[in-house]
């Protein structure tokens, strides 16, 4: 199985390097840090022991792609600026596979629109990771796939991603519907990333002890759980309550991905956290003044 | 009639400049600005037209004030770590008033509290000023004085302070609620404030100018009407939508106090401008969702 990995960092070089550990054909496409993983491949250093990898081939502009693959799967943030669906097709043809380990909330949308035929999986990553430099990836924490069906399904197709995945120790979970899944990541994700960068660049421990950014923190949580309630699905007070105290006990704190690219002076993935959920909320009519006040002022950051 | 003015910063260095060239009796407390302003005086560069001057006495600590003064015009920002209230205790015996210029919402009772038997007055000033340094005052818009009684009235005494500033050319209006203007002010307060520091350091122009954070401006306004409603006061549509529209028409988009000081590094007026108002949110069970965000993420700030 032929698999192209969209992305080198955080996510794109993590599970690149899993996937070869596992004796997968993986490609990459780098673009900025193609020079330098062309020349050395990748570094990770991981609480799963630390390695060195080449990709079979590196790619550093979706133009020299002149291959076709099984699965495609695309790690890059979620920008409006970047349009990576360009830089995707030429990987593929009707039988290639999508995969989209991405954050957010309604994301697969405009992948699935563009590229009706092919089949379409939407994966959540539950991991603390960060590209320290060009090819040097550093996996603090968890490291957890969930692989959902979006479009065309094809079970056994990404059952095979999966045991490659399974191969390398990733730890992996299929679910019927991802979008619950998405929904109870955004709990997290919508609360702590903002807020992380807005009240001054804090992790999650200073977060948490302060009382005024912990029922912020709540409050956000309940809000995304009233999205989730009009598409359905049902975030118990608990699962907030708990998804607070895990991160309460993590033993290291931990900075949000947000705030690792504010401080990288790079884009952080604003819509696809937390303008998707406001504009859904007013298409329904649903009150979210705490999401609706982070996404303004991070929005104009 | 013998003035006190204590604070020698945007506010009061401005203020003891026009009661100077009224030609009042007038001392400062001057602190931190002490040496410069005994050595050069305050220099003022003003709309209403330069000028510089000496106060009768500078003092640069409390402890030396050894008079008694018939006024005593507090100007320090409302912080909680400031205690001015030991500072113009040696300034005062029971036939002094003390003048409050300053902001905020319930920012008078401690201090009626501690000096029970003096004559209050809270007052309310709408400048544009800015310290630039140790002894120098930029003056760039308004300067509106709104005076009302709050403990011990005493308006003829008030008048004839008054009187002084009106000599000066500084506009003055005196009110029989001056709460109500309390609460009309942090209409703007409350919202320019904690966002042109959390959007990224933005002045009215750049707020103004992006829907989502107008839009936020407009929602803390109406939670400020909410809570003066509780109150008795009524703050209508249109005096929030002329306050936006006011703003939007100024032809030098203006820099908050709060960006000000915190560019400046210096403490940010936070609790009387934001925190009282959540806190009697919560004592009267009032949903200020957008107000608490701003607050949560501005007190870590």
């Known amino acids: 199985m032929k698999i192209l990995i969209v992305g080198t960092g955080a996510i794109g070089g993590f599970y690149a390097g ?16 193609y020079e330098k993983i062309k020349h050395d ?54 039988h290639s596979s999508i995969a989209l380990i991405q954050n ?40 957890k796939l969930t692989f959902g069906e979006y479009q065309n399904s094809n079970p056994q197709k990404t059952q095979k991603l999966i045991d490659l995945f399974a191969k390398a120790q990733v730890p992996c979970f299929s679910v019927n519907d991802i979008q619950f899944e998405r929904w109870k990541k955004l709990v997290w994700n919508a609360s702590f990333n903002p807020i992380s960068v807005l009240a001054g660049a804090l992790d999650t421990k200073k977060i948490l002890d302060n ?18 309630k009009a598409q359905g699905y049902d975030i118990p007070l608990e699962f907030i309550e708990k998804n607070i105290n895990d991160t309460e006990a993590r033993k290291v704190p931990s900075r949000s991905s947000m705030l690792i690219d504010f401080e990288a002076g790079r884009a952080m993935e604003v819509e696809a956290i937390l303008g998707n959920a406001v504009r859904f909320a007013q298409k329904n009519k649903l009150q979210i003044p705490h999401m609706e006040t982070l996404y303004a002022l991070i929005f104009a950051m």
Chains 1, 2 share one sequence.
């Open 211 to 228: 009382p005024h950014l912990k029922n912020l923190v709540k409050n956000v949580m309940l809000e995304v759980a009233l999205l989730a």
């Open 41 to 94: 491949g990748i570094n990770i250093e991981s609480i799963w022991g630390d390695f060195n990898f080449h990709p079979r081939v590196v790619y550093g502009d979706a133009k020299d792609i002149k291959e076709k693959f099984d699965f495609v799967i695309v790690t890059t943030k979620v920008l409006p600026e970047i349009s990576w669906l360009d830089l995707i097709a030429p990987a593929l043809d009707s």
């Open 104 to 143: 957010g909330i309604f994301i697969e949308k405009a992948v699935a629109e563009v590229f009706p035929q092919n089949h379409l999986v939407s994966v959540i990553a539950f991991i603390a990771s960060e590209r320290l430099a060009s090819g040097l990836i550093k996996h603090d924490n968890d490291g």
């Open 18 to 33: 899993q996937l070869r550990r596992a004796g997968a054909d993986v490609a990459v496409l780098a673009r900025g840090d």
